[in-house]
């Protein structure tokens, strides 16, 4: 699938998405997270609700739960709709990270991901790199490198090179 096709189809499953789950539709971005601590989940929650977009976090028995605004926890999200997230914070359990970069999902991963070779902290001013790479599995450490991505998200031009840079991964 080419650029243009990948973000036309990013902006209508978006839509969808939170229409779904019920999110709101002032917050562009929309966000998957899929961390397997719930102790780490619990406090990124928390962080969560400050920032200017939405997230659903998958978590196993969790049933379309709305924990704020901008956040809902599900257990399995609908495969059809995935291209429809803007970025994925994951730990280095996450199988298939790869699935996510042909649909244009940028990876915000621990420096120590199994896929650190090929995923490069995004740089707007160079065009290069195609990930946020946070150097610690701690709430901190993630918030910052969300921070980093929707400052980039705010300049269309930067993200549509970015998410290029993702899907030639």
Do not use: Q
Request: overall charge neutral.
């Amino acid at each position: 699938m080419d650029l243009n096709m990948v973000l036309k189809e990013k902006k209508e499953k978006n839509i969808l998405l939170k229409k779904k789950l019920l999110l709101t539709s002032k917050n562009k971005a929309i966000g998957l997270i899929k961390i397997n601590s719930k102790t780490l989940i619990k406090e990124l929650r928390d962080a969560l609700v400050v920032l200017p977009c939405d997230f659903v976090i998958e978590v196993e028995g969790a049933n379309n739960e709305k924990l704020a605004e901008n956040v809902v926890a599900i257990s399995k999200v609908d495969n059809s709709l995935l291209i429809g997230f803007d970025f994925l914070v994951c730990d280095d359990d996450i199988d298939n990270l790869n699935s996510y970069f042909e649909l244009g999902i940028t990876p915000i991963v621990s420096n120590k991901n199994h896929l650190s070779s090929l995923l490069k902290e995004f740089i707007p001013a160079k065009n290069e790199g195609n990930s946020y790479i946070y150097s610690s599995l701690d709430k901190w450490s993630i918030f910052y490198a969300l921070v980093r991505y929707l400052e980039n998200y705010k300049f269309p031009f930067d993200n549509k090179n970015l998410v290029k840079n993702v899907v030639n991964i």
